[in-house]
């Protein structure tokens, strides 16, 4: 029976916007949803594991990733490096299952340009002020990287238009519940249901 391929759903969006808890409740719910671990050149974080939140490594160890072509995509964000495994995230797809890059605007752009296929979201804060805040509360900054992340929150709102959707986040609820919704159109869209249309022509019930 021919399957549908998966979604790659790309999520950006600026610091403090609330990508991360957006994409951890909706993973929750959506346990056939997969998230594309990334690699990083930065210190973990309080709680974050290796493998799970990101794969840390050294700038050699990356660098030689790189050199390999192992990303779909790479980039340098705040003075660190984030890169997207290339392995795993073509077989999923294949496979049929969705797949969530969480990834920065530089990141997103670069999918956009080797893969037809991608669903790009733009996540946005309620205001600005809200979004400071949010970076403030974190807790996990230093004065300077505060003052980086806030400044390039600015900028990178004026790449909105090349995005497909944008979802404000004005509480993680309403907007898992409009990712839910783009993610339930995006499947019904006649270049999406390729493996459907070949079993009907088969006469293969698609249930
Ligand atoms: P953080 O250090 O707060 O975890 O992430 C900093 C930024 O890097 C966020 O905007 C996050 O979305 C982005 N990021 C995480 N993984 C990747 C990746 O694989 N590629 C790119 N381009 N950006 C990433």
Redesign the pocket.
Known sequence: MAKNKGVLIVI?GP?GAG??TICKALLEKHKDIHLSV???T?NPRQGEVHGIN?YFLNKDEFLKKVEEDDFL???E??G?C???PKSNVQELLDSGKDVI????I???L?VKENTEEGVFIFILPPSMEELKQRIINRGSETPESLMRRFNSAYQEINYISKYNYAVVNDTVENAVNKIENILAAEKCRVDRIQGTILNLEEGISHE
């Not at 890059?101 to 920065?104: A, G, S, V, Y």
Request: aromatic content about 16%.
């Open positions: 950006s610091s990508k991360g990334s690699a990083t930065r990101y995509e790479w980039a964000v705040y660190n984030y890169g997207t890059l969480e990834i920065d530089q990141g997103a670069k």
